[in-house]
Structure formats: structure tokens, C-alpha cells
């Protein structure tokens, strides 16, 4: 078995209104932060040679709105 870690985010150019939530609050609270974003993270083990790519943009990702990367833990 192998660990893989899935970071999906709002696609570039996409409103993203927890993003922006977050941004103006931090702003709000003295920090100086642009462009913030905020996405999932899905860590699961699989098999060696599954098809991880398939899985995810079959199941997990809306490819309309999110963009993705997959890291091997």
C-alpha cells in the first residue's frame, strides 16, 4: 500500500467565498495576505498501481470548479 495526498482548489479565476472570508479577516486583523484560497485535502492509501488519477477525477473533483494535485507520501 501506498499513501497518497489529493489538494484540490478553486480554479484559478473562480469566485471563492471562504477564501475571500478568510482573506478579509485576516486583512481585518493587521495581516497583509492576497490571493487566499481554500481547498480540501484527501490522504488515502491504495494499492500499488491504482489509479489514483482516475479516482479522483472520477469521485472527488467537480473539474468545472477545482483544480488538483496529487502527492505521494
Known amino acids: ?8 482548489t478553486p480554479k484559478e479565476g473562480l469566485l471563492d467565498p471562504q477564501g475571500r472570508a478568510v482573506e ?14 481554500v481547498g480540501k485535502l484527501v490522504e488515502m492509501e491504495v494499492e500499488e498501481g491504482e ?16 483544480d488538483y494535485e496529487i502527492e505521494e507520501l
Do not use: A, S, T
Open 1 to 8: 500500500m501506498k499513501k497518497v495526498r489529493v489538494l484540490i
Open 51 to 66: 489509479k489514483v488519477k482516475e479516482i479522483v477525477e472520477k469521485f472527488i473533483l467537480n473539474p468545472l470548479i477545482e
Open 24 to 37: 478579509e479577516m485576516l486583512k481585518d486583523n493587521g495581516f497583509k495576505v492576497r490571493h487566499v484560497k
